[in-house]
């Protein structure tokens, strides 16, 4: 984890990565996601912790779950948000990422949610900041921190002990952000057993993550699994076309009902979206009585409050 990820007295300053934070703060993240849940169930007008307080949206990439979910967070809490505008800002004429945060803090700016096609951005602006908080909504292929939280609230709510479960991640993990997150978290909350498979060349480095079991056959990582991550394949992110033929891609590796009933009898099917159906996941596993993947997205803006809440000290 970035040593400007926590202030001197050990609070969380940004959130760049999960990666080092620790389990006492992902589950601190996880617990106060669950109070504010409940706090604004059913509509419920919940505690206006950031009132006064601005955020801004910085999202040099295209995004619909991510920034509705951090706008709708921010706004339930009673902040105000700024959508900054790339294409028609000044970093179009040449003005430096920097220069531009410091602009923003200038205004009295109190947080940026930060999404950027390059690793290290996030990070690159929290060395920059003087006051304000940088939430990373996503950066290249490195890390997604907020999916990873809202994955694991997810799966914490069926299954509160991690120890006992095995956990499958199916498709494109090399060029995944939303798969390093994830493994980062279910490693730090100590997940039984942690499996990895996709074709070869989609899969990392073996030694990037060593306490994951690697799968060639889907059917054999799906044996016993009790909840199923499927990802979809990120062809913006490879730099050349390293799957040809999805139709063979879905045989292979596609969930399907059929391919489902080798997983455990009530295993969680999981997706980060946007999904892909018919290529990664079957249209009626994504929409069946195992998938959980709407609850993800729901569960994205108790996340997203409790890290915004968290870092500004509310």
């Known amino acids: 984890m970035s040593e400007h990820a926590l202030d001197s007295n050990g609070r969380l300053r940004h959130l760049i990565t999960l990666e080092g934070l620790g389990r006492q703060h992902i589950e601190d993240l996880l617990d106060r996601a669950c109070e504010l849940r409940l706090a604004f169930a059913d509509g419920a007008c919940g505690p206006q912790l950031l009132r006064g307080r601005t955020i801004v949206n910085l999202f040099f990439e295209a995004s619909t779950r991510t920034r ?6 921010a706004r339930r809490l009673g902040a105000t948000v700024l959508n900054f505008e790339m294409s028609s800002s000044s970093t179009s004429k040449g003005e430096t990422l920097e220069d531009t945060l410091a602009t923003l803090e200038a ?5 940026f949610v930060v999404r950027h096609r390059e690793n290290g951005t996030p990070e690159r ?16 292929n ?5 999916q990873g939280l809202l994955d694991a609230l997810t799966i914490r709510d069926r299954h509160p002990d991690f120890s006992r479960l095995k956990v499958t991640l199916c498709g494109d993990i090399r060029h995944s952000r939303v798969a390093r997150s994830d493994l980062h978290v279910l490693g730090a909350l100590g997940t039984g057993e ?13 030694d990037e993550f060593p306490g994951c079991r690697v799968f060639e056959d889907f059917d054999d990582a799906l044996s016993g699994s009790d909840v199923l991550i499927m990802l979809r394949l990120q062809r913006e992110r490879m730099a050349e076309a ?11 590796f596609g969930l399907t009902s059929e391919r489902l009933r080798h ?3 009530e295993a969680l099917v999981m997706h980060p979206g946007p999904m892909n159906r018919g290529i990664e996941i079957a249209a009626d596993v994504a929409d069946g009585p ?4 709407l609850e993800q997205v729901s569960n994205g803006i108790p996340v997203r409050m409790a890290a915004l809440a968290s870092l500004l000290g509310a």
């Open 194 to 206: 942690i499996r990895l498979c996709g074709p070869a060349a989609l899969m990392p480095p073996v």
């Open 242 to 252: 390293l799957v040809s033929d999805e139709a063979e891609y879905f045989r292979r």
């Open 263 to 265: 997983a455990a009898p």
């Open 107 to 111: 205004m009295q700016a109190d947080a």
């Open 68 to 73: 509705s979910s951090f706008e709708l967070a």
């Open 290 to 293: 195992q998938s959980v993947i």
């Open 142 to 146: 490195h890390a997604h921190p907020t």
């Open 125 to 140: 602006l929290a060395r920059h900041a003087k006051r304000a908080a940088v939430l990373n909504a996503g950066d290249g």
